[in-house]
Nanobody
Framework: QVQLVESGGGLVQAGGSLRLSCVASGGTFNRYCMGWFRQAPGKDREFVAAISPTGGSTAYVDSVKGRFTIARDNAKNTVYLQMDSLKPEDTAVYYC???????????????????WGQGTQVTVSS
């Protein structure tokens, strides 16, 4: 059974930065695409970013392109989300997920993921 544990959330002012981490235990980390999603109160969970098993390909939702960067360290079983130039509308609980699909371009919906972490809160004040 794979376990995903996120960390790094917090309260930051608009324009600031945070780096989220997601550590995986169990399973074979480097065989799967990994993704970050977020969920604001009263809204559906939405795709943020995804990365291929080797880290060679990435995908982002348009609203974070140029501000967020997803990366992974397979030796540490960890995927990261570097968030810069944060905006109040980025406020949400951020979740990492594991997908069995190997094509990063299609892992942009929650149904592509079979494992999720517990989430970490990100709050951006104006």
């Amino acid at each position: 059974q794979v376990q995903l544990v996120e960390s790094g959330g917090g309260l930051v002012q608009a324009g600031g930065s945070l780096r989220l981490s997601c550590v995986a235990s169990g399973g074979t980390f480097n065989r799967y695409c990994m993704g970050w999603f977020r969920q604001a109160p009263g809204k559906d969970r939405e795709f943020v970013a995804a990365i291929s098993p080797t880290g060679g390909s990435t995908a982002y939702v348009d609203s974070v392109k140029g501000r967020f960067t997803i990366a992974r360290d397979n030796a540490k079983n960890t995927v990261y989300l570097q968030m810069d130039s944060l905006k109040p509308e980025d406020t949400a609980v951020y979740y990492c997920g594991r997908s069995r699909n190997l094509v990063v371009g299609v892992v942009t919906t929650t149904r592509e993921y079979d494992q999720w972490g517990q989430g970490t809160q990100v709050t951006v004040s104006s």
